[in-house]
């Protein structure tokens, strides 16, 4: 059987409802054809897969058919060609092996005080009685803590260098034109994607510099930062990494971790904002067992990365369809969260069905699955807790407009249009 049929759309059309519309089209597609369809994306044409026990099969299926680094290939210009997400096979495992003890364990739980701390200090700074947007503070936030944590960088002209230089990298809108390959012309550093490269370099040369610097540190071993903890670990030969390896995983982390998390709070607000009673609970008991439940509803019904790319090393049979080498297959995420059969009220925002309750792993997919599940997911989770329950113990935002938000693209996650306003 050949690959599943796409939604009475044209390609254009698709390609276009992806970049302005991309949650719409994949209910669309999953309602016209079936949980599994064909999108034409602006990177070509892929499989989606909507079924989690299809997804489940892709995720813990093997790695050298189903390359995930092949797939994350249009991110190169940005994460650079050593970047985790963009390695498949042994230097994947490698790699991989070498970054997790830094973002688990008790060198994680050691991080929850110093993320109150940047979270306490950035809503002491938000407005009162006037609304604004809780994403931007959110994605200040986060930011904060990945440039303590993850970089190890105290207040400083690097430190603001890279917090100005991130701000920039991916405006609303305009960095969405990073999706369409065909634009991808620098024009001497007058187009978007000329601007936004240029800002790239304009990074590289402060993380390498601080790599440079940090190698010369007379403190190294004694630092707990996880940029620090990177340059001193070394795989089971011996080797360490190398400064370009090291630059990748920093960008990796910053552009991955703090854009996600930023959106899954902002996300989290917004979504509370629309049900007092669970948003009541919460506030009464930042700490208690409303806290896991939110969070867990919030990630399953708004993840942030809706979809996840494998590319076929071999021809391959899915979800009953021979598909050739070189097939782009799409774990849906967004559409395997809401599935009917696994979810009651699929599309509401019920935390209570987390109360006391794990999320199951086949259907809670936000940090993927497999030897791909998302290596800072430890990190991220907690820094979703800790961010939110600090914000409820000192202020109590109410949402600032009666309608909802709706999904926006932000390259490449969907966070709310107007970004969760809120009034404090």
């Known amino acids: 059987m050949a690959a599943p049929p796409a939604p009475a759309l044209s390609p254009g059309r698709q390609k276009a409802g992806w970049i302005l519309r991309p949650e719409a089209l994949m209910l669309r597609a999953r309602a016209e054809v079936g949980p599994a369809f064909t999108l034409e994306l602006p990177i070509g044409p892929a499989v989606f897969l909507a079924d989690p026990v299809t997804i489940r099969e892709v995720f813990t ?52 005080a110093a993320m109150e701390r940047i979270t306490a200090a950035d809503v002491a700074s938000w407005p009162r009685d006037v609304p604004f947007a809780l994403e931007p503070r959110m994605r200040q936030i986060t930011l904060g803590i990945i440039l303590r944590l993850v970089f190890g960088l105290a207040e400083g002209p690097r430190h603001d260098e890279l917090r100005g230089r991130f701000a920039q990298l991916l405006p609303r809108g305009a960095g969405n034109l990073a999706l369409v390959p065909a634009l991808r012309r620098e024009l001497g550093g007058r187009s978007p994607w000329g601007r936004f490269m240029a800002n790239v370099r304009a990074i590289d040369g402060v993380l390498l510099a601080e790599i440079a610097e940090r190698r010369g540190a007379g403190d190294l071993e004694e630092r707990t930062d996880v940029l620090s903890l990177l340059m001193t670990a070394t795989d ?52 208690g067992p409303w806290l896991d439940a939110v969070c867990s509803e919030a990630l399953r019904l708004r993840p942030p990365l809706p979809v996840v790319v494998r590319r076929l090393a071999t021809r391959t049979t899915v979800a009953g369809h021979d598909l050739p080498a070189g097939t782009r297959v799409a774990p849906c995420i967004f559409l395997a969260q809401r599935d009917p059969v696994a979810h009651r009220t699929p599309h509401a925002f019920r935390p209570e069905r987390y109360l006391g309750v794990a999320p199951q792993p086949l259907t809670w997919l936000p940090f993927g699955g497999g030897t791909r599940r998302c290596v800072g997911a430890a990190f991220a989770q907690l820094e979703h807790r800790t961010v939110l329950r600090t914000v409820l113990e000192h202020v109590a935002p109410r949402a600032a407009d009666p309608r909802p938000d709706r999904p926006a693209r932000r390259t490449i996650v969907l966070s709310p249009a107007r970004g969760a306003r809120a009034v404090v």
């Open 61 to 112: 299926g093997d790695p050298e058919v189903f390359r995930a680094g092949e797939g994350n290939a249009p991110l190169e210009p940005v994460l650079g060609p050593a970047s985790l997400l963009l390695l498949d096979g042994p230097e994947h495992l490698r790699r991989r092996r070498l970054l997790l003890p830094p973002l688990h364990g008790e060198r994680l739980a050691g991080q929850r």
């Open 236 to 287: 089971e030969d011996g080797r360490p990494l190398e400064d370009r390896e090291l630059r990748d995983e920093l960008m990796t982390l910053l552009l991955a971790g703090h854009e996600t998390t930023a959106t899954a709070l902002a996300w989290t607000f917004e979504l509370l904002f629309r049900h007092e009673e669970a948003y009541a609970a919460l506030r009464a008991d930042p700490g």
